[in-house]
Nanobody, 125 residues
């Protein structure tokens, strides 16, 4: 059974930092692209950052480029999202997802088959 579990969310002031982690089990981790998505109340889920199965391809939502960095550790079946200079508009539930390679569009939620339960990120102004 595949399990995807996020951790690391919380409350932070604008300009602060958070590090989200994701662990996936029950799958061959390096066969999967991994992604972070977020959903704020009343808004659609959007792709924030994603990393290909080999780790050489990454993609970011325009509004987080230069502030967020994604990485993966296949030995530990983990993925992290380092978030810097957080803004109130980054407030959302953040979800980790795994998508069986090949993935055509890394930031599209429908490309991903397995999802975690989410971790809340709240940025106060």
């Amino acid at each position: 059974q595949v399990q995807v579990v996020e951790s690391g969310g919380g409350l932070v002031q604008a300009g602060g930092s958070l590090r989200l982690s994701c662990t996936a089990s029950g799958l061959t981790f390096d066969d999967y692209a991994m992604g972070w998505f977020r959903q704020a109340p009343g808004k659609e889920r959007e792709g924030v950052s994603c990393i290909g199965w080999s780790g050489t391809v990454t993609d970011y939502l325009d509004s987080v480029k230069g502030r967020f960095t994604i990485s993966r550790d296949d030995a530990g079946n983990t993925m992290t999202l380092q978030m810097e200079d957080l803004k109130p508009e980054d407030t959302a539930m953040y979800y980790c997802a795994a998508g069986r390679a090949p993935v055509a569009n890394y930031l599209e939620p429908h490309e991903y088959q397995y999802w975690g339960q989410g971790t809340q990120v709240t940025v106060s102004s």
